[in-house]
C-alpha cells in the first residue's frame, strides 16, 4: 500500500502539474453537475476567471447562514469556494483555506487582492498545510463556526486524522458541511494503488458504511446526507479498471453536539421553520429527508431538535415539546445505503433505504 507521503506526492504531482484545468479530468466526480441555486451564480460571477478554471470540486459546499461566521475550507485548491464563502461570510466573517499544493495556492494567493476590490473588504487568508495535520498550523481549537471541503477527504490517506482535526477546530454546534465521493464497497487495493483512478477522487473513496462508522468514531454520531449523484466513469479503461464498483458524489453534515444518539429517538417533538433564513423563504432543508415548509409544524425526532435548537439555526425555528417522554425509535429509520442507485444498476446492494 502507498505510504501517506507517496500518496500526498502523488495527489500534487496530479493536481498541481497533470491537471491544468477542469477539461482535464477523466471522469464526472471531481467537476459540480449539481442543479446550481440561481442564489449562487452571481456569487460565483465575481471571482476571477483563472480560480474558476482550477476548480475540481464534486458539489456546492455553500451552507446556508454564514454571515459573521468564521469558516475553514479543508482542500481549498485555488480558492472557487473560498471566494463565494467569503462573500456569504461577509466583512465580518473570515475564510480560511488550506490547501498542500503550492501550484493551486499560487493561484488563490495571486487574486487574493483582486477579490478584496470586488468584494469591497478582504476577509480570506490562505495556508499552506495538509489537512491530516491541522494542528500544525496555529489554529485554535473550537474557534470555527462551518468547516467545509469540496471532494478532498477523499485524496487523503488519513482520514482519521482529519475527522480529529474538524472535530478540535470546531466550535459547539458548529458543523463540517462536504462533499465527497463514496463507494457501494469497499475499494480494492487494485483500484486505490491505481494513480490516475486515485487522482480522480476513486481511489481514495470510502464504502458508504465505513464513513459513517468514522463519522461516529470522532463524535459526530448522527451525520446527515444532503444530496447525492451516481457518478460516471466516461472513459472505458478507466470504467475497466474499477469492475463492479458504483460510486457517489455526496454532500454531507455533521454537527458538533454532544447530545446527539447513536439513533434518531421519537420525544414527540416538532418545530416551525419561521421562513427567516436569507434565500430560503420557502423551505429550508436540513437533509435529504427533511425539508422544513415555512409555517408548518413538523414532527422531528430529537436529534433533529438539537441540530437545529443547539445551532446557529435556531433563532429561525419554533420549537415545541420537550425530552420528557420517549416514545421510541423514530417512524422511518433505516441502515441500507442511502444513495439513489445508478440508473440501470441491478446490483441488490445499490437498493436506497430511507432514514429519518
Keep these: 500500500m502507498p505510504t501517506q507521503t507517496t500518496t500526498h ?4 504531482d496530479y493536481y498541481g502539474h497533470q491537471l491544468q484545468g477542469t477539461a482535464d479530468l477523466k471522469t464526472s466526480a471531481c467537476c459540480d453537475a449539481s442543479a446550481m441555486p440561481e442564489w449562487l451564480k452571481p456569487l460565483l460571477a465575481r471571482i476571477h476567471p483563472e480560480v474558476l478554471s482550477r476548480y475540481y470540486g464534486c458539489g456546492l459546499v455553500c451552507p446556508p447562514l454564514l454571515e459573521g461566521c468564521r469558516v475553514l475550507d479543508l482542500g481549498c485548491g485555488s480558492g472557487r469556494d473560498v471566494y463565494a464563502l467569503a462573500q456569504l461570510a ?3 466573517g473570515e475564510v480560511v483555506g488550506v490547501d498542500m499544493t503550492g501550484e493551486q495556492l499560487a493561484v488563490a494567493n495571486a487574486h487574493q487582492a483582486h477579490q478584496a476590490q470586488v468584494f469591497g473588504y478582504s476577509n480570506t487568508k490562505f495556508l499552506h498545510g495538509y489537512i491530516e495535520r491541522l494542528g500544525e498550523l496555529g489554529l485554535e481549537p473550537g474557534s470555527f463556526d462551518v468547516i467545509v471541503s469540496n471532494c478532498v477527504v477523499n485524496l487523503s490517506p488519513d482520514k482519521d486524522a482529519v475527522l ?6 470546531l466550535k459547539p454546534g458548529g458543523e463540517f458541511y462536504f462533499s465527497d465521493v463514496y463507494a457501494d464497497r469497499r ?7 491505481d ?7 476513486l481511489g481514495g473513496a470510502l464504502y458508504w458504511n465505513d464513513f459513517l462508522r468514522l463519522a461516529r468514531r470522532h463524535g459526530f454520531a448522527d451525520p446527515r446526507l444532503l444530496e447525492d449523484r451516481p457518478l460516471a466513469i466516461t472513459d472505458p479503461q478507466l470504467a475497466a479498471r474499477t469492475g ?6 455526496a454532500t454531507y453534515r455533521l454537527f458538533k453536539l454532544a447530545a446527539l444518539e447513536s439513533a434518531c429517538e421519537d420525544f414527540g417533538q416538532t418545530v416551525i421553520y419561521q421562513g427567516s433564513i436569507p434565500e430560503h423563504a420557502d423551505r429550508f432543508v436540513l437533509d435529504k429527508h427533511h425539508g422544513l415548509p415555512t409555517g408548518k409544524a413538523v414532527a422531528v425526532c430529537g436529534n433533529s431538535w438539537h441540530m437545529l435548537h443547539g445551532t446557529r439555526f435556531a433563532p429561525h425555528f419554533s420549537f415545541i415539546g420537550n425530552f420528557d417522554t420517549h416514545y421510541g425509535i423514530f417512524e422511518g429509520c433505516g441502515n441500507s445505503l442511502p444513495f439513489d442507485e445508478p440508473e440501470g444498476a441491478t446490483d441488490a446492494t445499490c437498493k436506497s433505504g430511507a432514514c429519518c
Design 187 to 193: 475499494v480494492p487495493a487494485v483500484v486505490k494503488n
Design 244 to 249: 463492479n464498483l458504483h460510486f457517489f458524489s
Design 195 to 201: 494513480p490516475v483512478l486515485y487522482g480522480e477522487c
Design 90 to 92: 461577509g466583512a465580518k
Design 164 to 169: 480529529a482535526g474538524v472535530q478540535r477546530l
Design 9 to 12: 506526492s502523488l495527489v500534487q
